[in-house]
Every structure is written in C-alpha cells, then in structure tokens.
C-alpha cells in the first residue's frame, strides 16, 4: 500500500511541478482556474465539490499520466485460455507484460504529435474518440489501482 500510493504519487507530482515550469502558459490556465475556484486572501476548506470544478487540473494531471505514467509497465500470469478481440490467443500460463508508457505513446492512437505536452487531449470530445483503453495510467479491470478515485 504504502509503495503503491506514495511513490506513484511523488513522481507524478514531481513531473507536474517540471511539466509546469516548462509550460508556463499551461501553468497560467491551471493558476486562473484555481482563483476561480478558491477565494483569494483568505483561510478555506477544499471541498469535494470544489475538486470537481477543477476540470483544467484534471486535463493536466491526465496529460502528464499519460506521457510520465508513475508505473509504466504492468505483469500479468493468464490464469485461463483468452482470446482477445482482435483474434489472437493468449494460453493459460503466460507471463503477459503490458507497456503502459509506449500505449500512451502510440501514434495510431494518439496522433503524429503523441510525444507533445497538448492537455486539450483530455477535453471530453477528444475522450470520447479514444478507444476507451488507450489511455490506462492505473490498469484496468480487476486488480486495477484502488487509488484511481481519489487521484483522478
Ligand atoms: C498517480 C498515482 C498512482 C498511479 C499512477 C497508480 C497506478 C497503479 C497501477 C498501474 C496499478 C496496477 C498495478 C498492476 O496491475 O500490477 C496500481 C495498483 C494499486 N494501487 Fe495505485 N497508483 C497511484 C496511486 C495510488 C494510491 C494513492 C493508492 C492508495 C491509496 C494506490 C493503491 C494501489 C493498490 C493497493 C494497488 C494494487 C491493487 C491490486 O492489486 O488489487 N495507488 N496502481
């Protein structure tokens, strides 16, 4: 528990900070949402409800998941015969590794530019494109990352 939710936490925090400083346009967008949300000079409470207006941020963090995924590669034993969508078998007993950082990567999935820092990427119209499974910085299925609902 603690491996998995404070390292991943710390490095996508640490590659926020550095993404930031080197966008500072991205940075004024995400600073002009923040005083829209949360009063200036002031004590407050975050409140749930004020997280979820934060819909820059939430663009942000998935594009810097996307490019520095915290865990980049997952291993997974097939524990029975599967056939995947496209055809091909996977047979009881392999030993599958999933490539998460070149997935977020790929060209066919995510454009000639998939190496480029481009937030608008997670707009809802952009999502709503994407094959639902292109973009998995806490796997998917069971044994996916408990921790998703309170990062995302
Ligand atoms: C940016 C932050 C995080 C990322 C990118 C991340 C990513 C992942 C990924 C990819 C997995 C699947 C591992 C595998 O299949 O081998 C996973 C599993 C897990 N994560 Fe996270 N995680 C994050 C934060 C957290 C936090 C905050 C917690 C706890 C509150 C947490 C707890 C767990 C646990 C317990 C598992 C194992 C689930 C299982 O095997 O059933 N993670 N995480």
Known sequence: MVIAAFETTALTLNHALIILAMFPQYQELLFEELKEVFPAGEDFEVEHQDVQKLVYLDRILNEILRLFPAVPIIVKDATKDIRLSNGVFIPKGVIL?????????????????????????????????RHPYAFIPFSKGTGNCIGSLIVS
Do not use: C, E, M, Y
Not at 100 to 113: A, E, M, P, T, Y
């Open 97 to 129: 590794s999933i490539d998460i950082f070149n997935l977020h990567r790929n060209k066919d999935l995510w454009g000639h530019d998939a190496d480029t820092f481009d937030p608008d990427r997670f707009l809802p119209d952009n999502v709503s494109q």
